[in-house]
């Protein structure tokens, strides 16, 4: 992954934080995009970082299943 990866990987997780509380709908998405790519590149940070805040925002959607 080059530096212009892990600038953009940054950002989609800094913007799945920030929307957590209010818009957890557009956390889900960009932690389908952290997972896809963490998978891709085989980053098991990414991946934490993802399946936690995709449980996260199941959470606070009330919606547990």
Known sequence: MNQTENV???ALMEHAVENL???AEITL???EQ???DGK???NDMYLGFAHY???EAY???NNVN
């Open 8 to 10: 953009r990987m940054i």
């Open 21 to 23: 509380a209010e818009h």
């Open 29 to 31: 998405q960009d932690c």
């Open 34 to 36: 952290i997972l896809s």
């Open 40 to 42: 891709q590149n085989k």
């Open 53 to 55: 805040y995709s449980g």
């Open 59 to 61: 959470y606070t959607l």
